[in-house]
């Protein structure tokens, strides 16, 4: 694999990527780190997580009062998640074209949905992956997961 070697810059782009509990159960998380890999960008760190409700409230805080958002955190609460940090210059929109529409079913064939998820006529979308919308949201969302970067 002969990609560019990335600048390495303390202002790189990062984003948060949650390998969700049905990718962990179903042993998907070494193929969307595969992916993201592939593509180009580099993992800044990776860790088996439990969530927790309080930490599920922030992360989801702009869902809160949503149908889906009850069945959304018992889902997130069903097993361990992989929570990583991806880099590189556009990793953020870049992820989200990786991972691709949040509906499964609509998801493009040749994103991470939209070859591995499906709809299983559940409330909540079991899509495999979350990641960062935008520059703030991965700020907030890594200093969430990743206390500690
Ligand atoms: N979700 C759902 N039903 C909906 C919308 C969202 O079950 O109608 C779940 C789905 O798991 C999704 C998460 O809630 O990934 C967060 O929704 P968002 O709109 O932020 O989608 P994402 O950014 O994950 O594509």
């Given at each position: 694999n002969t990609v560019p070697a990335e600048p390495t810059t303390p202002a790189a782009?990062?984003?948060?990527?949650?390998?969700?509990?049905?990718g962990v159960r179903r042993g998907l998380s070494g193929e969307?780190?595969?992916?993201i890999e592939a593509k180009g960008y580099t993992l800044a760190a990776v860790e088996l997580k439990s969530a927790t409700p309080e930490l599920l409230a922030e992360h989801y805080a702009e869902h809160a009062g949503k149908p889906f958002y009850g069945p959304l955190v018992e889902f997130m609460l069903s097993g361990?998640?992989?929570?990583?940090v991806a880099e590189g210059q556009g990793v953020i929109a870049g992820f989200r074209s990786l991972a691709g529409a949040t509906n499964p079913t609509e998801a493009a064939p040749g994103t991470i949905r939209g070859d591995l998820a499906r709809d299983w006529g559940l409330k909540v979308q079991q899509?495999?992956?979350?990641?960062?919308?935008?520059?703030?949201?991965?700020?907030r969302e890594i200093a969430l997961w990743f206390p500690h970067l």
């Open positions: 782009e990062r984003t948060l990527v949650l390998v969700k509990p049905d969307v780190l595969r992916r361990p998640i992989l929570a990583v899509n495999l992956v979350h990641g960062s919308d935008s520059v703030e949201s991965a700020e």
